[in-house]
């Protein structure tokens, strides 16, 4: 079975082909950086880092990229109120964001943009957007003509008389209407206003209007098309569908191959939101700050309950979904933390295949279809009751219908697909304070070696030895190993 995406633009499930293949480039609008992180953003990022760790599992080399909005009325409005710059209100939220993320254990991306980096670019593709009359300046602003891209709405599927809804509250709702030709045309270049940050322009001194944004730097960083654009639902309209008229008319070309969005958080049922004040951020869910279950929460336990639903559905936030996904770690984390010295292995076992091919079929074909995280996860709970179940056999109660192969390879088949989830029993030990990229190379080489051997407890202890170090591994199909630092 191939991989399989649920395409939003298409509205149906189609075959994973790359433009280039062996490789994806994969871009996730980024957070408007004006508070903490919240659980929808949770939702969001732990699903793309688990996409891609699945990617990547698969053997593809991906390029993800997410950017940070550094520019934005939010922003501006918080530094107003704290007396402050839009540069230091930016910087402090990047920051928590980085705080927040990692201790989720999502992967860094490789490259995270911010807006102020990129004006020259975003002002080239006004111009150009202008040139070829797809723009129109009006007292130092400028507007994209919606009305001259016919295929507008293509995303969404909206029809005219649909797209002031939903349009998630982005749509310049104090922009005086007489301005523009048509009421769904959308700001690409704001004219500066008194006190504000600006920068200069063919159009006098203003700032980028929120959806150019993202358009310049996916072109900037990642090429005219993209295979894999990512977002929560509430960006299809009007983001991600300005996004598209933007960048196709000038290009010719699609803009992404693969528009995947992910499913909105609700709280007992409501929007999360917080204006109805059921809005948690990440940072209280880990300290035990959250009213509804005031203990520190096993960041193990978020990544968990976000993975239990599809990406694309929503997703209810209550104390009861929170305690089974406490169990559910528990389970999980019992059987990672088995430990097969006890069983007392035979080293001169004959190894046929380290890992378990039956249950990574099973994995694979769950994952494979549009990522489906709750069966993929049903694969790993399964293995894990079976695991303790045979390792009770074998090392407690001395049965020996179990050959040491089988329970080696049940154990790492575990600690394998529970890696491509990101599920990490985190060490104890703190990590080292810088990477020793040499180092890590040699101890994978040794691994290596000591695997070919069948020297599997050397192995497990070279393992043990860089995740203590905060390296964690993750053993392909294909007998290559991937690292990255948590």
């Known amino acids: 079975m191939s991989l399989t995406l649920y395409n939003t633009l298409t509205r149906h499930k189609e075959p994973f082909k790359t433009i280039e293949p062996g490789k994806v480039t994969m871009y996730c609008c980024g957070v408007t950086v004006y508070d903490y992180c919240h659980l929808g953003h949770a939702r969001s990022y732990i699903g793309w880092d688990v996409m891609r760790r699945y990617l990547q599992w698969r053997g593809y080399q991906v390029r993800y990229v997410q950017n940070f909005t550094d520019i934005d009325d939010k922003i501006l409005n918080r530094a107003r109120v704290e007396g402050s710059s839009m540069p230091e209100i930016a910087d402090r939220y990047i920051?928590?964001?980085?705080?927040?993320?990692?201790?989720?254990?999502?992967?860094?991306?490789?490259?995270?943009?911010?807006?102020?980096?990129?004006?020259?670019?975003?002002?080239?593709?006004?111009?150009?957007?202008?040139?070829?009359?797809?723009?129109?300046?009006v007292d130092g602003d400028?507007?994209?003509?919606?009305?001259?891209?016919?295929?507008?709405g293509k995303l969404s599927g909206r029809k005219r008389g649909q797209m002031q809804a939903g349009a998630g509250g982005r749509i310049d709702p104090g922009e005086p209407e007489g301005k523009k030709q048509d009421p769904f045309d959308f700001a690409l270049w704001k004219a500066a206003k008194p006190g504000e940050p600006a920068w200069d322009s063919l159009w006098g001194k203003g700032r980028p209007g929120w959806h150019i944004e993202c358009s310049a730097m996916i072109r900037a960083r990642l090429g005219e098309t993209i295979d894999i654009h990512g977002g929560g639902g509430d960006l299809v309209f009007p983001h991600h569908e300005n996004e598209i008229a933007q960048s196709e008319v000038l290009t010719g070309k699609p803009l992404a191959r693969y528009w995947l969005h992910n499913g909105m958080v609700t709280v007992n049922g409501e929007k999360m939101s917080k204006s109805l004040g059921n809005f948690t951020t990440i940072r209280d869910l880990l300290d035990g700050k959250w009213s509804e279950y005031p203990q520190p929460i096993d960041p193990m336990v978020i990544r968990l309950f976000v993975l239990q639903a599809h990406y694309r559905k929503p997703l209810d936030f209550t104390a009861s979904a929170i305690t089974a996904a406490v169990h559910g770690w528990q389970t999980l984390k019992d059987a990672l933390n088995l430990d097969l010295a006890k069983c007392n292995l035979s080293p001169q076992a004959t190894i046929l295949d380290e890992l378990d091919s039956q249950v990574i079929a099973r994995f694979q074909a769950a994952m494979d279809d549009d990522f489906n995280t709750a069966a993929g996860l049903a694969v790993l709970f399964e293995l894990a009751k079976s695991l303790k179940r045979e390792f009770n056999q074998r090392c407690h109660q001395g049965f020996q219908e179990l050959e040491d192969v089988q329970l080696r390879a049940l154990s790492q088949t575990l600690i394998q697909l529970a890696g491509v989830f990101g599920l990490e029993v985190q060490a104890e030990t703190l990590p080292v304070p810088e990477i020793n990229v040499n180092w890590i190379e040699s101890l994978l080489q040794q691994r290596h070696q000591a695997r070919q051997e069948k020297r599997y407890a050397e192995s497990d202890r070279i393992r043990n030895q860089l995740q203590a170090a905060g390296i964690t591994l993750i053993d392909q199909p294909n007998g290559q190993t991937r690292w990255h630092r948590f």
């Open 142 to 152: 400028v507007y994209y003509n919606v009305q001259q891209f016919s295929e507008y």
């Open 95 to 137: 920051n928590a964001y980085f705080e927040d993320i990692r201790r989720l254990n999502v992967m860094d991306a490789d490259e995270y943009p911010r807006v102020t980096q990129h004006i020259p670019a975003i002002v080239h593709l006004i111009q150009a957007l202008e040139t070829k009359g797809y723009a129109y300046t």
